[in-house]
């Protein structure tokens, strides 16, 4: 079992940067490649952003890449996400999820992926 709490949420302004935070724990941190998501109301959950166990390896949806970075520091069992450059279109609960499997694998963008999930953290973000 994995237990994820995300946190760094917030209301921000337009243009503001965010680093969102992700713990770990109940389970060897490196063994999982870890991922981004999030959902706005009433709309799909949307994949952002991946990370391999090591760091080494990313990915990301055309709707973050150039203005997030995801990273990790797995002496602390956490995983980041920054985002910079933030819109009204970001307002969402953003969740963190944990693989069973070190790699990114090639259907990183499933939730099905996936199988452990935090509660999210929402960001709210106003222009």
């Known amino acids: 079992q994995v237990q994820l709490v995300e946190s760094g949420g917030g209301m921000v302004q337009a243009g503001a940067s965010l680093i969102l935070s992700c713990t770990a724990s109940?389970?060897?941190?490196?063994?999982?490649?870890m991922g981004w998501f999030r959902q706005a109301p009433e709309k799909e959950r949307e994949f952002l952003a991946a990370i391999n166990w090591s760091g080494e390896s990313t990915v990301y949806a055309d709707s973050v890449k150039g203005r997030s970075t995801i990273s990790r520091d797995n002496a602390k069992n956490t995983v980041y996400l920054q985002m910079n450059s933030l819109k009204p279109e970001d307002t969402a609960v953003y969740y963190c999820a944990a693989r069973n499997a070190r790699l990114i694998g090639n259907y990183y963008y499933q939730g099905d992926s996936y199988g452990y999930w935090g509660p999210g953290t929402q960001v709210t973000v106003s222009s």
């Open positions: 109940g389970r060897t941190f490196t063994s999982s490649a």
